[in-house]
């Protein structure tokens, strides 16, 4: 099991860029969560994934929007890219069935 | 509204035992996490607890909740240089999807 894995790494983008990252949950697990870590702050919330669905999202923009294909794997899609999304994001893979919640290594975005 | 604090910094000798602390505001909150995260890297899942438990230990880690005071901690035991890294205490309830709801993290440094 290769556990919760985000591609790419690192990312360096301009300002009004769009981006898109990806992640690919724990084998068995079919929720996806995505939050963003700015330095020296913990994780924020920015939607979850259930049955290729948006089953819930927290206090960020529409320029933050998202997929589930149907293997539960999923995309974080950013537009128009502001220096303050530079951050690192984080993809967290659960499932109802266990109370665990496992991340990624996350994909570091900066914005230039 | 849901809110969760810790302090920022803790200082120990090689050997000795950490505790670290975190509140939270959330009375529905049914999960506590502590997860590890090193410098540049992802969080790592220490332990969690459910909010009908007052301790749970795992090796080296033991978890206490106060649910009254909503007060929890993890302490370690024997602590490491391989122990220093950033600490952060999550809540959820299964009432919200179980999205995470953190703290800022309590940097550990173990001085040899």
């Known amino acids: 099991d290769a556990g919760v894995t985000q591609s790419p790494t690192h990312l360096i983008k301009t300002r009004g860029q769009q981006v898109t990252l990806r992640c690919s949950p724990k084998s068995g697990h079919d929720t996806v969560s995505w939050y963003q870590q700015a330095l020296g702050q913990g994780p924020q919330f920015i939607f979850q994934y259930y049955e290729e669905e948006e089953r819930q999202r927290g206090n960020f923009p529409d320029r933050f929007s998202g997929h589930q294909f149907p293997n539960y794997s999923s995309e974080l899609n950013v537009n128009a890219l502001l220096l303050g999304d530079s951050a690192l994001y984080l993809c967290a893979s659960l499932t109802d069935s266990y109370n665990e919640q496992f991340f990624g290594p996350g994909t570091r975005l900066t914005v230039l | 509204g849901e809110d969760v604090e810790q302090s920022l910094f803790l200082s120990v000798r090689e050997g000795d035992s950490s505790v670290i602390n975190c509140t939270y505001t959330d009375s529905s909150s049914t999960y506590l996490y502590w997860y590890k995260q090193e410098p540049g890297a992802g969080l790592q899942l220490l332990t969690y607890?459910?909010?009908n438990m007052d301790m749970k230990q795992d090796q080296r880690l033991t978890v206490l909740l106060n649910k009254k005071d909503k007060h929890l901690s993890l302490r370690i035991a024997d602590t490491q240089t391989g122990d220093s890294a950033i600490y952060f205490c999550a809540e959820s309830n299964a009432g919200n999807n179980r999205k995470l709801i953190w703290g800022l993290g309590t940097s550990l440094a173990v001085n040899p």
């Open positions: 607890i459910f909010s």
